[in-house]
């Protein structure tokens, strides 16, 4: 007869990911004439749970390069975008959400400037692609079969015999000290 054992274990119980691709505009102090460059840093984020969504703040810092005075100054504008996502994860069969869960957020493709262009008021618009992906950990109950019996123990034998051994203690020299 079968003996089984219960173990409680953290395990993914909801998984998923998702894109996002958003616009932005920033009004620089000078008129720019051409965008020279698009950076996108020091992104940060934190997952947390909403009733049955997982929520992501982030943010993260965006720099361009521009020129202005018919190309021949140029500058950088910078601005810190904060963003608020929610994701709606499909939790596995038998999980709950509600439980002790942790909420772990991966960034899959770092926020990226994917096209930037100057509008007729002199105004950068400029698109911003990312994807991240959301995993909820929570508990998980396993069952096991265990056996009663234990498996018996090999028996180890040495490869030394007698004629080994005699050879060992002929070849110690006991005057080495």
């Known amino acids: 007869m079968a003996l089984y054992k219960e173990i409680v274990t953290k395990t993914i119980i909801g998984k998923g990911k998702k894109y996002f691709k958003n616009n932005y505009t920033i009004t620089p102090t000078d008129r720019p004439t051409t965008v020279l460059g698009c950076w996108v840093i020091n992104h940060q984020f934190k997952g947390y749970k909403t009733g049955e969504k997982i929520g992501v703040d982030g943010s993260f810092d965006i720099n361009i390069w521009y020129s202005y005075d018919n190309d021949s100054k140029t500058t950088v504008v910078n601005k810190k975008i904060d963003y608020n996502d929610t994701f ?6 038998n ?18 400037c994917v096209k930037v262009n100057i509008t007729e008021n002199g105004d950068i ?15 998980a109950k396993v069952k096991i079969s265990v056996e009663e019996e234990e498996d018996p123990w090999d028996e180890i034998e040495d490869d030394v015999d007698d004629e080994v051994l005699e050879q060992i203690d002929e070849s110690v020299d006991e005057n080495y000290i």
């Open 125 to 139: 618009n400029f698109d911003i692609e990312k994807e991240l992906g959301v995993e909820i950990v929570g508990e």
């Open 88 to 93: 709606n994860v499909r939790v596995r069969e």
């Open 95 to 112: 999980s709950d959400i509600n439980g002790d869960t942790d909420i772990i957020v991966r960034t899959l493709k770092q926020p990226n």
